[in-house]
């Protein structure tokens, strides 16, 4: 009741109960954990994830939050041109 959306950390879990039942949630893959990540010191690096329904005609975005990629300033650019053709599909989902 007290988390009713993703993500939650287990550090906010203040009985060994609510632990145990998270615990086998992932064991039984009801939720997936996401990995803790770490950078250099001093280093800044952003993450922006949502889920979609992919259809042969349309991709839908379920969840998260809009992204103006404009704003968005990366420090390297990928060199793949077959990523950057992926990368620069455009994407009219937002419901």
Do not use: W
Not at 44 to 56: C, E, G, L, R, S
Request: proline share 7%.
């Amino acid at each position: 009741k007290q988390y009713p959306t993703f993500p939650f950390t287990m550090r906010n879990f203040e009985d060994s109960r609510s632990r145990l039942g998270i615990t086998e949630c992932v064991r039984t893959n009801l939720v997936q954990p996401y990995p803790i990540l770490s950078e250099k010191q001093g280093e800044f690096v952003a993450q922006f994830k949502f889920t979609v329904i992919i259809h042969p005609k349309a991709t839908i975005q379920i969840t998260g939050l809009p992204l103006d990629m404009s704003s968005v300033c990366p420090s390297t650019q990928i060199s793949d041109s077959e990523l950057n053709s992926l990368l620069s599909t455009k994407f009219n989902g937002v419901l």
